[in-house]
């Protein structure tokens, strides 16, 4: 068991800040991830979510600390990590084969031809896009652009996958399948990702553990939530398992409340190095009690014999 699969130790962000000085936009930030495990991290706009994941990509440098993956210092970006962004970020010139394909062609520099196009081809059915391997980008939907994206991330075998509010563009309808066949992928294939999302049942659905990010300036991780519901859930059962409020409830107060207070009523020595591992339990109702059936009304039947007048 590697529980330090993806290693992130005290990395911090910071930017020059106008008129002078920097602003810390995180710093001191410490999180492990083992291999397998499925993370989502949640915070508000501003904390610095894209910028962590930036970092794990390579494609920025913290100003402080490392991160370290499968025993390995971040020095660039590695096709070891897929990125999947907001935005697909397909070549436009490019059809769908032609796209899933040339990240199989640079993750396997010495395939054949028809080993790529194979290898790509099975990756376009996995996420349902049969069919439509000759088309274009432009002449795909929102939805079909992002499963292009993930059947890219998927190809070259990444060690981590990288998401970055990948379905936040999508209509619900479409959000919701490609979550579906993300999960259904990712439990399958056993594969380590490491999620950025702002939505709370998204992350309910997906992860194994959800970071809990406080606001920024000098976000910092404020606990990683085990997530408490059974391996096997399905999307049209989840609000019935027993937990779902428990750990809900959870995420939102963290979101509406703690987020901003986090900081100034922290927990004497918190330990920004452990953050704690939190398994919210429900005492709540799994289900909404039954609305109470109007009683009828008995009314007593006037005694024909009369019998106590
Ligand atoms: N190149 C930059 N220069 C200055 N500030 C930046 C730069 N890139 C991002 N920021 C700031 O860093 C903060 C965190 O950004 P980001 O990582 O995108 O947050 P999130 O993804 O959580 O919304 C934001 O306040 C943003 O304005
Ligand atoms: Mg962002």
Known sequence: MNERFISIEGIARRYPAPGGGTTTIFEDLWLAVARGEFVCVIGHSGCGKTSVLNILAGL??????????????????????????????????????????????????????????????????????????????????????????????LSIEPKIMLMDEPFSALDALTRGTLQDEVRRICTSTGQTVFMITHDVDEAIYLADKIVLMTNGPQAMIAEVVENPLPKDRARDTIHREGDYYAVRNHLVDFLVARSKTFRDEMPAGYDQRKPPLVRPAGSLPVEPAAPERPVAKTIPFPSVAGGRD
């Open 60 to 153: 920025e440098a913290p100003s402080e600390g490392v991160v370290v993956v499968d025993g390995q210092a971040i020095e660039g970006p590695s096709l070891d990590r897929a990125v999947i962004f907001q935005g697909h970020a397909l070549l436009p010139w490019r059809s769908v084969i032609g796209n899933v394909g040339y990240a199989v062609s640079s993750r396997w520099r010495k395939a054949s031809r028809a080993e790529i196009e194979e290898r790509a081809k099975r990756f376009i059915d996995l996420v349902g896009l049969k069919g439509n391997e000759l088309k274009k980008p432009a002449e795909l939907s929102g939805g079909m652009r992002q499963r292009v994206g993930i059947a890219r991330a």
